[in-house]
Nanobody, 123 residues
Framework: QVQLVESGGGLVQAGVSLRLSCASS????????MGWFRQAPGKEREHVGR???????TYDDSVKGRFTISRDNAKNTVYLQMNSLKIEDKAVYYC?????????????????WGQGTQVTVFA
């Protein structure tokens, strides 16, 4: 059973940076593709990006060029570096793990989820 714990959220001003972390336990971390999702109030959970076990990265167009996903397999941790934050980035951010392959940008394709961390961006 994989357990995921996110951290690093907070209240920040637009334009600044924030780094989220997601610590994993209970599984072979390097064998999982790790995804980041976010959910704003009243909206569906949406894919932000993901990183495979071989470090292949995919990003949603809304964050491409501003967000970077990385992983440290020795620490069983995945990171989401968020630069140039915008008000519309405000959401609860979740990390998730899957062994599925292919186009895995749907939340239904992920087996394990963290509890989420709130990111609030103000003007």
């Amino acid at each position: 059973q994989v357990q995921l714990v996110e951290s690093g959220g907070g209240l920040v001003q637009a334009g600044v940076s924030l780094r989220l972390s997601c610590a994993s336990s209970g599984g072979t971390f390097s064998s999982y593709t790790m995804g980041w999702f976010r959910q704003a109030p009243g909206k569906e959970r949406e894919h932000v990006g993901r990183i495979s076990g071989s470090d292949s990265r995919t990003y949603d167009d809304s964050v491409k060029g501003r967000f970077t996903i990385s992983r440290d397999n020795a620490k069983n941790t995945v990171y989401l570096q968020m630069n140039s934050l915008k008000i519309e980035d405000k959401a609860v951010y979740y990390c998730a793990a899957t062994r599925a392959i292919g186009i895995i940008d749907s939340p239904t394709m992920y087996d394990y989820w963290g509890q989420g961390t709130q990111v609030t961006v103000f003007a």
